[in-house]
């Protein structure tokens, strides 16, 4: 026993009898994710519409409106800036239009931060639960992921 620790007892494996463990010892598994946040992915979600009135929209094919993937992009750029306020957009390395967005549908703009490289964050736009947009970005903050 660790001297000043309160101890619990716990099933040991081998022979099924209970052994005393340090109770610091429990604890501090108990809450390796609360110290230390930065090891599970951190992920934002927001909703986003492209009105139908929108200045692109115009001349981006008149019988069958669809929005202009650049648009789509700033959508993206604005959510990153909604979810991380100290980050600027630094470059667009990958995206890959899988599929439309008409004016007026309403899509999801999801960020997923588990990327190796801690100045990249991998995006996806969706429409119902079909991903229609995805790719990575890369990014220059106070303090990167």
């Known amino acids: 026993m660790l001297a000043g620790c309160p101890t619990r007892r716990t099933p040991f494996q081998s022979d099924w009898r209970f052994t005393e463990t340090p109770y610091n010892f429990l604890s501090s598994v108990g809450e390796s994710s609360s110290a230390r946040p930065y090891l599970y992915p951190m992920t934002f979600e927001t909703r986003r519409v492209i009105p139908a009135d929108h ?55 999801g960020f997923n931060s588990t990327n190796t490289a801690e100045n ?16 990575r970005l890369e990014i220059s903050c106070g303090a990167c992921i």
């Open 55 to 109: 200045p692109s929209l115009a001349g981006h094919f008149p019988c069958a409106p669809i929005v202009p993937g650049v648009v789509v992009l700033d959508e993206v750029v604005a959510a990153l800036a909604e979810w991380r306020q100290d980050s600027q957009l630094t470059g667009i390395p990958s995206v890959k239009f899988i599929g439309p967005i008409k004016p007026g549908q309403s899509f999801v703009v």
């Open 120 to 135: 990249q964050i991998d995006f996806c736009c969706r429409l119902d639960r079909r991903v229609v947009v995805e790719g």
